[in-house]
């Protein structure tokens, strides 16, 4: 673990300052690199990928199949007892402390430790304005500036540069590829999955191999997936995973155009005196001391929630604020879970996490018989030490699970070779109340006002839960499954796909970035990341969150030509 600079480290003066090193940051970087920028990566995480800019091997990840390390030690997690955040349900509520949708703090973000699940959204995903318009009371469903014919080439092109395997015209309802297919096929199924999948079909569904950014063969000069099973919530240890820190980003550091900074956290831009430019970025390093950088543009690309964060410290009325649209439009995916438990073993814990989905519960826009919900993933289970730790948190209650009657529990593995959970990431509807702010009565390690949220779900997603969640019981129900539930939701949601806060469009009193992620009042301020998002769609945000970067860092250079950043 390194907080030395990484890249070019004799560059001094950059074209561009880029905040933030994951998904839209690494994508944003290697396109403005690869079209001869010069730029300077600010990520607040350590590096935990050594050699990350040797072109000679591939990096070295820090990461294993260690349980404790990464989800009892907080390996790449924030330390929510230093760096907390707050929330609330509603602006007359009380806040309270929560670990409310954190991201890893580390080189490469919240993709470092995903799945990488990336299929794409429909084409009728960006027309959500249109299409409901002021249907739902209290939401703010908008279109966004840019349709899916626009960002299919840039669709195309990160699929590529993260290595996406996967099949076209399984699923009758997704948008079409003119730019080509995907880049590998699908790699070894999982059994769970091949189960599920045939349920589905005898009710009339669409399953498919679930689009991933994960090799099934070698690829890129990584090697192909061994399917070791810890792929959500872990860091790759092979760099078959097509994080950042091996794709993107390792892209521009080899460019000779980058320097990439860790361990160093932007905690204000600095402006001019009429707020129409950024002068420059403050942030704290391993040091604990504060420097400024300077670059001739800045890109926001530290989460919708910490994008957000930073405004406001820099501002109080918010940086880039007249819209009053800063930190509001928050989103999240309502996440229905339902689990089945089979009496054969059916292996959930080995493979990618998910190898199918279906989305034929994504339903159509404004029609009452199928509402909008989102893909269902179709996944394994728990870890062997998480499963055993849930036994003893039953079972201390009731007593007699100890020794060898423990042993054996845990060899049968009910909690983890016999179930299969169906997730459904379906669509928040976007509401100007739900928001993101400071709160004025909690500070962080270094002193700093926190992220609160204030966050409440709305009938649209409530209701598309009530309407799938008896669908989803008949799925598992027709796959085989001996018992099947719902599983309760948390007041807190903890679906870590946040979107908005930064919308963009055209109308400056409506969003805060123009349709090419540049702030409407600050001339050399960009966004790129899930916050320029106006909805959520029903599908897992990342490759969105890529292409609309790279699409970002496009326009910086060629404006209204961005296509031309592709050849």
Request: hydrophobic share 35%; net charge neutral.
């Amino acid at each position: 673990m390194s907080s030395a600079p990484v890249g070019n480290a004799s560059l001094s003066k950059f074209d561009v300052l880029v905040i933030g090193s994951g998904a839209g940051g690494g994508a944003v970087t290697h396109m403005l690199c690869k079209l001869g920028q010069k730029v300077l990566v600010l990520e607040a995480g350590a590096n935990r990928f050594d050699g990350l800019d040797d072109p000679t091997r591939q990096p070295v990840a820090r990461f294993s199949n260690d349980e404790l390390k990464l989800s009892n030690r907080d390996f790449i997690a924030p330390f929510v007892s230093v760096d907390p955040r707050t929330w609330r349900a509603s602006e007359s509520d009380r806040s309270r402390l929560s670990d409310v949708n954190s991201l890893p703090k580390t080189v490469g973000g919240g993709a470092v430790h995903a799945d990488l699940k990336s299929p794409r959204f429909r084409p009728t995903d960006f027309q959500l304005g249109t299409l409901l318009g002021s249907t739902f009371a209290g939401a703010s469903f908008a279109d966004w500036p840019v349709d899916y014919d626009m960002l299919e080439p840039f669709y195309y092109y990160a699929e590529k540069v993260m290595g996406v395997q996967g099949v076209a015209g399984l699923d009758p309802l997704e948008g079409p590829r003119p730019s080509g297919d995907f880049p590998m096929p699908p790699g070894v199924p999982m059994y769970v999955g091949l189960k599920v999948s045939a349920g589905a079909r005898t009710l009339g569904y669409h399953p498919f191999p679930y689009p991933t950014a994960v090799n099934s063969q070698p690829y890129d000069g990584r090697p192909a997936c061994v399917d070791c099973g810890f792929c959500s919530g872990y860091g790759c240890p092979s760099n078959a995973k097509g994080s950042p820190p091996v794709t993107t980003l390792r892209k521009a550091l080899l460019s000779g155009n980058c320097q990439l900074i860790p361990e160093t956290r932007a905690v204000k831009l600095t402006l001019s005196g009429d707020k129409t430019q950024v002068t420059g970025v403050e942030a704290i390093g391993p040091d604990g001391k504060r420097r400024t950088y300077t670059a001739d543009r800045y890109v926001l690309a530290a989460s919708p929630i910490e994008d957000a964060r930073l405004l406001f410290l820099s501002d109080p009325a918010g940086v880039g604020n007249s819209s009053g649209q800063v930190g509001r439009n928050l989103t999240f995916h309502f996440q229905t879970g339902a689990v089945g438990i089979f009496d054969e073993r059916v292996h959930g814990h080995r493979g990618r996490t998910v190898s199918h989905g279906l989305a034929d519960f994504r339903g159509v826009p404004g029609d009452a018989q199928r509402p909008l919900g989102g893909i269902v993933e179709i996944s394994g289970s728990e870890f062997p030490i998480e499963e055993a730790s849930r036994y003893l948190d039953i079972f201390s209650l009731v007593g007699g699970f100890t020794g060898k009657l423990f042993k054996k529990l845990l060899r049968q593995s009910a909690g983890r070779d016999h179930i299969v959970a169906l997730a459904l990431q379906a669509e928040d509807a976007p509401q100007p109340t739900n928001r993101i702010d400071l709160d004025p009565l909690v500070r962080d390690l270094d002193g700093l006002p926190v992220a609160r949220a204030t966050y409440q779900n709305h009938a649209f997603e409530l209701s598309a839960r009530d309407f799938y969640s008896p669908k989803l019981i008949d799925l598992l129900g027709a796959s085989g499954v001996r018992y099947a539930f719902i599983a309760p939701v948390d007041d807190i949601p903890r679906s870590q796909h946040i979107m908005g806060t930064l919308r963009f469009g055209a109308d400056p009193t409506t969003s805060v970035c123009d349709p090419d992620g540049r702030f409407h009042d600050v001339g050399n301020l960009y966004a790129a990341d899930g916050a320029l998002f106006p909805t959520a769609s029903g599908f897992n945000p990342t490759l969105t969150i890529v292409a609309l970067a790279l699409r970002v860092g496009a326009a910086m250079v060629f404006g209204d030509m961005p296509e031309r950043g592709l050849s």
